[in-house]
């Protein structure tokens, strides 16, 4: 069974518009894999996709991932199956502390067929000392544990919550869009720090975004362009400072065939 996350000739529309055309990629388990391209390209129509956000149409191709088609499957299923996405505008909750909602998705997690959800629930000395160490680490203060999610979160309280989500959920791969929106400096620090720590054999990553300025921080092995709908070039990070460089239209340019 592959830890890769392999996309095959995907395709998907919104209403009647197509905005993926045909996205082949492999994101080997393990590694962190960086894809960059001009706003309006279709990273973030190609996240949600991989998250099975319902809004968007899959036309055709296949998703695989551990041996499944996670096309096939409901999103929260894909989140068991290891699969983590940090959402670019995560929606707020009201009413759901952070500590709660944490413990939700830790204990979905848990859960297995015929058995009993208290049998399968994390104990609660376990959880707070889990929940404790991941702020810590991410030098959070105790207090943000007992918020309502979302609810009046600066860019960088969201960002580091998901990252808390990933220490916590311990995902075997997690796609992350455009992390840097939003984010001052010492929030980038944090968030960059936190990936490092967890990314490894255990943890591959799909970094998505526009700027190279996050790149300074997350060192991608990989990196795929998309353009249009497509990923058109891949290398190595030296890619990504050409791209940081001389900027998309060189690239477009040379794919016209004019350069
Ligand atoms: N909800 C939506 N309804 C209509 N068009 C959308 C929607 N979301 C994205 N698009 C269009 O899809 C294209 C790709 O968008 P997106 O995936 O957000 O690109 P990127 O993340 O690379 O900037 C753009 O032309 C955008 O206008
Ligand atoms: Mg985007």
């Known amino acids: ?34 894809i960059m391209g001009p706003n309006g390209s279709g990273k973030s129509t190609l996240a949600s996709v991989i998250a099975g956000h319902p809004g968007y149409e899959v ?20 989140s068991k199956l290891g699969l983590f996405l940090a959402f670019q505008y995560p929606v707020s909750v009201p009413g759901v ?60 309280e969201k960002k580091r919550l998901e990252i808390l989500q990933m220490t916590m959920l311990k995902p075997s791969m997690a796609v992350m869009d455009e992390t840097d929106s939003g984010l001052d400096i010492d929030a980038l620090r944090i968030v960059a720090e ?20 996050l790149l300074n921080y997350i060192k991608p092995q990989f990196v795929s362009v998309m353009m249009d709908g ?19 239209d060189w690239l477009r340019e040379e794919l016209a065939g004019t350069a």
Do not use: C
């Open 1 to 34: 069974m592959s830890n890769d996350l392999v996309i095959k000739d995907l395709r998907a529309q919104i209403g009647d518009k197509e905005i993926l055309k045909g996205v082949n990629l492999t994101v080997q388990g393990g590694t962190i894999h960086a």
């Open 59 to 78: 036309t055709g191709g296949e998703i695989w991932y551990k041996g499944q088609n996670i096309l096939e499957l409901e999103p929260d299923e894909r």
């Open 97 to 156: 502390t952070v500590a709660n909602f944490l413990r939700a998705a830790i204990n979905a997690h848990r859960a297995e067929e015929g058995k009993d959800p208290k049998e399968t629930a994390i104990p609660v000395a376990e959880f707070r000392k889990q929940l404790r160490e991941g702020m810590k680490l991410l030098e959070m203060d105790e207090s943000f544990a007992r918020r309502y999610l979302n609810e009046g979160f600066s860019g960088g």
């Open 194 to 213: 936190g990936v490092n720590r967890l990314a490894g054999p255990n943890m591959g990553v799909l970094v998505i975004t526009h700027y190279q300025r």
């Open 230 to 248: 497509r990923i058109v070039r891949e290398g190595g990070p030296e890619l990504a400072l050409e791209l940081e460089e001389k900027g998309y």
